[in-house]
């Protein structure tokens, strides 16, 4: 019995792979469902990221080859892959592996951009949606709220998140780059109501120096801690009307069709400038033929590689720190898991010890007991054993 975990990141897995696996809200809820209608495996959460999709998974079956296979087998089905073509891609966790591998992930650890902010809410709305649906019970709940609380002491007691940087930031920031500065530049951002988009909008606000185009559909207020009276609204029907005069296109929509295609966008684009295009969706919101256009930039969410590991590097101090505060809850949690699953063994032997106790007298039973473990130990079991009785 444990925990398994069954992971396609960007740890190993390019981009057209994750575009495979990138579900939906229904198609998560489906394959949870699909999981705990196995007898081995009663427990599940997925969790489905623009830079992963993981399923976690409490089984009751010792065979941990059985379990990710129904694992896999719902993956493969929901993506319409085969094992054939994206079976190397897939990373297998199980028992403390997979515990450590949460915890990580909770805190930002395992991210493209190590310390990022926006994975720690993403696992609590995995973790509720399973609960909504009813696919957990008491060990996966209290394994996501043990790694939330982890993540969440080590936001406080650390450094690693304290100038968050995440692949928002990093969009604000490679438009920087190409263009010097966003000093009276026209930028469009699409999908500003989605949590990606809102951060890159309201991280453009904040700098207070471009002039922001945000779609929307059906007149849908949108509104930000930075107020709205800095940006204009357009309706997302009339986004090719606006984009000659764009020098910075932003889209993030959880859209599975391109929001921006590449015939579209050259017929409209007649001025020559300098633009830059920035794409964190997954699936893919732009073509990327668009970087075929002479003075046009195009980076999608693959593209970060380079300013992430400079911002992995200043924070591998931080990130030592961060692993020390993990290991602390993660033993707690296998503590406590260990003492659930040993809950039944512990009731027999205290029934047993009630019954030779009330017959011959409670030393007796204390006799019966360790002569009980004495028997049934081997020498280094014992040795820990009295140990931690002797603390």
Known sequence: MSIQVISVSHKNAPLRIRELFAFTEDQQKHMMEAVTQHIETPECVVLSTCNRTEMYVYADSDRSSRVFGIMEDILLKEAGASDEDVGDYFLFYNGRRAIDHLFSVATGLDSMVVGEDQILGQVKTAHKMARSLGTTGVYLNTFFRDAVTAAK???TKTDLSKTSVSTATLAVKIAEEELGSLKD???????????IGGIVLM?????????????????????????????????YDDRYDYLDDMDVVISATASPHYTLSYIKMKNAMVTPRKRVFVDLAVPMDIDAR???LEGTSYYNIDDFTRIAEENNTKKKMEARAAYGILEEYELQFEQWMVFQQSLPIMRKARDNFMKVAEEKGEQKAFDHLFFWVRENNNPDDLEVFFRCLNH
Not at 185 to 195: E, L, P, Q, Y
Not at 211 to 222: D, G, P
């Open 153 to 155: 002491k080590v936001k």
């Open 185 to 195: 530049k026209k930028v469009m951002i699409i999908g500003a109501t989605g949590r």
């Open 203 to 235: 991280n453009i606000q904040s700098l207070g120096q471009a002039e922001i185009y945000v779609t929307t559909r059906n007149n849908k207020i949108i509104r930000t801690k930075h107020g709205d009276s800095d940006f204009i609204t357009i309706d």
């Open 290 to 292: 668009i970087q075929n």
